[in-house]
């Protein structure tokens, strides 16, 4: 049984490009979390999606958006991308009627020069 | 502000010996607690946690203690072993299950099980 699996492991952008990241939830989960782990810090919500809807949000600028598809993967864009960008963005997903634990993904670590 | 604090940036203990590591929340709205551990390169992965109705829970070798008064949880590992050598968070969420469910955590403690 997969867990959750994101995409890709590493990437490096320069300021001002715009990245993409993926990620396919663990079977039987049909909310997707996006977290943010910046070095030395704990990870920090960005945003969640549930049914393709933007469920809740966090405190992160309109730079971020997401999508979540059928089939309950999602995506998480970043436009114009800042130094201050570069982090571990953690995936995760959860049944969302009543689980109370995140299952995580590995994350994918982005690097902006 | 940070609502959840994980105080010890780092712990070292010896193998057979407890690890006891600690975790401080501010938001008298959090009603579930989680511990995850994180091995690098790897993903967060869930430990054990506990409600706000209870004071303690119990998992093998891990037990996960919430002082409510105190807004204070400890995570005691016993006895410790040289594979439980990872960076340990502790996260608070206010609305367990539902659509809005959103985790806040710690800046993590690294511990280290000394052989």
């Known amino acids: 049984d997969a867990g959750v699996t994101q995409s890709p492991t590493h990437l490096i952008k320069t300021r001002g490009q715009q990245v993409t990241l993926r990620c396919s939830p663990k079977?039987?989960?049909?909310?997707v979390s996006w977290y943010q782990q910046a070095l030395g810090q704990g990870p920090q919500f960005i945003f969640q999606?549930?049914?393709?809807?933007e469920r809740q949000r966090g405190n992160f600028p309109d730079r971020f958006s997401g999508h979540q598809f059928p089939n309950y993967s999602s995506e998480l864009n970043v436009n114009a991308l800042l130094l201050g960008d570069s982090a571990l963005y953690l995936c995760?997903?959860?049944w969302g009627s009543g689980a109370n634990v995140l299952t995580f993904g590995a994350g994918s670590r982005l690097t902006v020069l | 502000d940070q609502q959840v604090k994980q105080n010890s940036p780092s712990l070292s203990v010896q193998e057979g010996r407890i690890s006891i590591l600690n975790c401080d929340y501010t938001?008298?709205?959090?009603?579930?607690f989680l511990w995850y551990k994180k091995y690098p390169a790897e993903g967060p992965t869930f430990l054990i946690s506990i409600s706000s109705i209870k004071d303690k829970n119990e998992d093998g070798r891990f037990t996960v203690f919430l002082n409510k008064s105190a807004k204070h949880l400890s995570l005691h590992i016993v006895p410790s072993q040289p594979g439980d050598s990872a960076v340990y968070f502790c996260?608070?969420?206010?609305?367990?299950?539902?659509?809005?469910?959103?985790?806040?955590f710690g800046k993590g403690t690294l511990l280290t099980v000394n052989p």
């Open positions: 938001n008298s709205m959090f009603d579930y």
């Open positions: 995760a997903s959860r």
């Open positions: 996260a608070a969420s206010s609305n367990s299950g539902g659509s809005n469910y959103k985790l806040t």
């Open positions: 079977s039987g989960h049909d909310t």
């Open positions: 999606y549930y049914e393709e809807e």
